[in-house]
């Protein structure tokens, strides 16, 4: 069953409402990779966005810095057009510099303490868990969501990561009191699985980089995850008065 998410309430209340919408917006997440891309990359991005999607993650490897920040000031333009999250994978620079909405962090990134000295709590920390210990691991460091998977096979961690199954994800939910996002393998016709499986949201790769028409792609999954009312706990939110 999902419910409402504790929030610290140390914190100011304008950061509160930043983060209320914020956290709606995790329930689909387009991470990018340019080299599935069929059509122009900015182009599949932007029709994503038109199609549904509410949260992007920049994760571009092997660019160099200038690139890359260029290719962040276009998305962080287009992102806000549509009243969407911008989240950069690993860069904090990067974050800062083009004023993103957070930073995702992976075993190879800085440690999250010292992220979240450099980035503030105005912005989110998301972190790659692949299981139980990684999980719980994240929330207690203060993480504000996590993502798990992959929960099928999917070609990114072919070789690399055994998929965890929707099990897996259904007894994490029991203990973990953040944001799941649910990534790996999903497409249009695994996600219900999914989203009955407790997850707040989900992150997809290949079902609309790879797509013919993103923004039909995307608006197909959007669809199903409102029609199932899988960002509830998302939208049930507490925040103080």
């Not at 440690?111 to 691991?137: C, D, K, M, W, Y």
């Not at 055994?162 to 939910?173: C, D």
């Amino acid at each position: 069953m999902m419910g409402s998410l504790p929030l610290n309430p140390s914190l100011p209340f304008c950061i509160f409402m930043r983060d209320k919408e914020r956290l709606n917006n995790l329930f689909f997440m387009l991470i990018t990779d340019r080299n599935q891309c069929k059509q122009p990359f900015i182009d599949t991005v932007r029709l994503a966005l038109k199609g549904g999607v509410k949260t992007v993650q920049l994760r571009e490897k092997r660019l160099a810095t200038h690139e890359l920040y260029s290719i962040a000031c276009e998305l962080r333009k287009i992102t806000s057009d549509f009243n969407a999250n911008f989240i950069i994978n690993d860069r904090v620079d990067i974050a800062l510099a083009v004023e993103a909405d957070g930073v995702h962090l992976g075993w190879q990134s800085l440690p999250f303490p010292v992220v979240r000295r450099l980035i503030g709590f105005e912005r989110l920390i998301g972190v790659s868990t692949h299981n139980r210990q990684e999980a719980l691991q994240a929330q207690e460091y203060g993480a504000d969501y996590i993502t798990f998977g992959p929960i099928f096979d999917t070609p990114s961690k072919a070789g690399l990561l055994k998929p965890t199954g929707v099990e897996a994800l259904q007894k994490l939910k029991r203990e973990i009191h953040i944001p799941v996002v649910a990534l790996g393998g999903i497409n249009e016709k695994n996600v219900e699985s999914i989203l009955n499986g407790g997850a707040d949201g989900i992150a997809v790769i290949s079902s609309i980089m790879q797509a013919d028409n993103p923004e039909s792609a995307a608006r197909c999954l959007c669809n199903k995850i409102v029609t199932l009312n899988a960002p509830g706990s998302l939208h049930d939110v507490k925040f103080l008065p």
